[in-house]
């Protein structure tokens, strides 16, 4: 909490940290997130609800999951994949999760040395996320194909069990696909404006912001690091569970 | 400008912090993925499942989306609306059991 209170002499006094300053923060006027620029409450904002979104599609697998009365297929078998060998159970999910959280370790890296407006390894480590996102939905795209031609799983019936199984697959894992594709997007639109220099001097346009202000970048890092968020649970409730 | 005397440096923090975190995804990733092949089954499974991913999403939340350096008026903000999930989820769990014994009552010949 220290760092966000500067202080300076002959200022006012810094504002009280705990619970005190939880009560004082909500009681004052003008604004409730005193050191939040507005843009990145949005985005706070924002991802609660995709997170009610995301929750009502898990709650809605566990409901089906757990109230039909054919068996479940068993994720690690369905997602198992062999190269030459043994299939190995779940590899290319393992795989996938990797490159998700290597993406959110180059995001964070990014937004660190966006504020140390270091714009060249900025624009660098965005384009890496990209990437690496990238990465993630081409490996979906192959999961998908390989599910849909020839596993033969439909959104409405698959072979090995329950029906149920490819409607919230389908459902779950293309909203997030979704959701990291835009992340992808934005990502390459970002890189492009740091590299450019618009946030150093202050360029009027879309998506950017104050003159040596890199608070985009962090802001963008939220929804990043949310979709990486989403997919451990998607990893945990869908194909682990 | 404001709002100099409050956010000018945004969320800064050393490098290392982060690298410690990224290395600790990678090993529950490892151990959540490690459940799965080695067999981990009934309640031990489920609860290190949730156990690991608990901790990756805590670790993500709190630190590469700078939770833990935020004030608490955001903290609660955000944090507290997403527990009510679990209500939804307790509603529909029992939901979901009616639904399975009638149809194992009615359909019991269908499937």
Known sequence: ?241 | MAETDTHVEGQQHPLGIYFKIWAWLFVLSTCSYMVDYLHVQGYLRWTLIIIFMLAKAGLIVAVFMHMMWERLALLYAILTPPVLVLIFTALMSSESGYTFVTRTIFFATAS
């Open chain 1, 1 to 241: 909490m220290s760092e966000t209170v500067v202080t300076e002499p002959g200022g006012p006094s810094p504002r009280p940290t705990g619970v005190e300053g939880f009560v004082g923060d909500w009681s004052s006027d003008q604004r409730a997130f005193k050191n939040v620029p507005w843009g990145k409450a949005m985005m706070w904002i924002f991802l609660v609800s995709d997170t009610f979104i995301f929750s009502i599609f898990l709650l809605s697998y566990m409901t089906v999951r757990s109230s039909t009365t054919v068996a479940w297929p068993h994720p690690s078998e369905v997602f198992a994949l062999s190269f030459g060998g043994e299939p190995i159970p779940l590899i290319l999910i393992a795989i996938m999760t990797f490159i998700l959280i290597t993406s959110s370790g180059t995001m964070v890296l990014a937004v660190n040395y966006g504020y140390r407006k270091d714009r060249f390894r900025t624009a660098v480590l965005l384009l890496a996320t990209a990437a690496f996102g990238a990465a993630f939905v081409g490996m979906q795209a192959f999961e998908w194909t390989k599910l849909i031609v020839e596993e033969g799983v439909r959104p409405w019936t698959n072979p090995m069990g329950a029906a149920q199984f490819g409607s919230t697959f389908f459902m779950i894992t293309g909203f997030h696909g979704f959701h990291v594709s835009i992340g992808v997007l934005f990502l390459i639109i970002l890189a492009r404006k740091v590299w450019r220099g618009d946030y150093d001097r202050g360029q009027r346009g879309f998506f950017t912001s104050r003159k040596g202000n890199y608070e985009i970048i962090e802001t963008m890092g939220l929804y990043w690091h949310f979709v990486d968020l989403v997919w451990v649970f998607i990893f945990a409730f869908f194909y682990l569970w």
